[in-house]
């Protein structure tokens, strides 16, 4: 892999080159972020190759497929300069092809958080406790309820993805996962509609989008660390986990709240704990297209929502499963009559 000389870009945009973040930490985000830049410097080719050679230490691997659809969808919104002739690219760079110029006015960016917004919800006093008690269906005592959970979430025999991890998976119909789900950790929340499709990359897998039939549920997740992945630096979330803590609300709590605030919007089915520091809500999208749900997943992200689970394929916690580390993964909550009905 040739190396690109990058001595000749803005002192700032150096800086973000050489400031990838650890795996999990957001490297689509910050792919995205660097791209909108590069735009008026490079052409997408080398902007493949310095890009996948700044992700080399992220801590898995960033495939080709990965950075170029970042890469697509940072052109239309590309920086644009005051003086385009200043830059090598800065004529002809904010004209995307037209299949992505249709796509991109469908689907806006994802907004930045709105941590004023989310503190006032938070400081509402809903907690993780009231959701608890709020739940329509109440599964109590020391045994699992997975099955019971989603026989009421997945209605008849659907084919659908779980796995104990997310490299341990597989597609089977619901009657043939029976007995098994509460000792696995994840299920896609959408139905499969054929056993196997291929990744970006063209490998097959029972695991991805193409295999995956229309949305039943869009999953919303509140996940706010006080540091990041390294677990010395502070992440964007540390004054308001803080301000927490100081107040005696935990991390929990503050999504308890969120997800009740969400759920004026959109009914909620099912709230699930991670088996470590947040909820994972279930709310309703069968036979609802992405342009009428893209406005409340917007909306849940300016919250904090991890917008990566937009993705219908995108894994989500088994209710009432196990967590890697043999933790459960309790529901706190669900409600029958907002679930999607066969």
């Not at 495939?63 to 005051?82: G, H, L």
């Not at 997740?221 to 100081?246: H, I, M, N």
């Not at 520091?277 to 929502?305: C, E, I």
Request: with cysteine; hydrophobic share 35%; charged share 25%.
């Amino acid at each position: 892999m040739a190396d690109i000389n990058t001595r000749k870009l803005p002192a700032f945009l150096y800086e973000l080159l050489e400031s990838c973040p650890k795996a999990g930490d957001g490297v689509n985000p910050w792919l995205y972020r660097v791209a909108k830049q590069l735009h008026v410097h490079m052409d997408s080719e080398p902007m493949l190759t310095l890009l996948k050679q700044k992700t080399e230490g992220c801590g898995r691997i960033v495939s080709d497929a990965e950075i170029t659809r970042q890469i697509e969808c940072a052109r239309a919104r590309a920086f644009q300069p005051k003086y385009p002739k200043a830059f090598a690219h800065g004529s002809g760079y904010a004209h995307a092809s037209p299949t992505y110029s249709r796509l991109s006015s469908a689907a806006p960016p994802w907004p930045e958080p709105d941590l004023d917004a989310i503190r006032a919800i938070v400081a509402s006093g809903w907690r993780l406790y009231d959701l608890w008690e709020s739940s329509p269906l109440r599964l109590e005592g020391g045994e699992r309820h997975t099955e019971e959970i989603i026989d009421v979430l997945f209605p008849g025999n659907p084919l659908l993805c779980c796995g104990r991890s997310k490299y341990a998976f597989a597609n089977r119909r619901r009657e043939s996962w029976r007995g098994h789900l509460a000792r696995l950790a994840f299920i896609t929340p959408n139905p499969m509609y054929k056993l196997q499709g291929r990744t970006l990359d063209g490998k097959p897998s029972e695991h991805c989008k193409e295999a995956t039939a229309a949305r039943v549920y869009l999953i919303v997740e509140f996940d706010f660390s006080e540091f990041a992945r390294d677990g010395k630096t502070l992440s964007k979330w540390a004054p308001l986990v803080q301000q927490w803590r100081a107040e005696g609300v935990s991390v929990l709590d503050a999504t308890a709240a969120l997800h009740r605030h969400l759920s004026a919007r959109l009914p909620l089915v099912a709230a699930v704990h991670t088996g470590n520091k947040s909820l994972h809500g279930w709310y309703p999208a069968f036979n609802q297209t992405d342009g009428q749900l893209r406005p409340f997943m917007q909306y849940a992200v300016s919250l904090g929502a991890d917008h990566m689970l937009w993705n219908r394929s995108q894994f989500s916690r088994m209710p009432d499963g196990t967590r890697e580390n043999g933790k459960p993964q309790t529901a706190y909550y669900l409600n029958p009559g907002n679930a999607v009905r066969e």
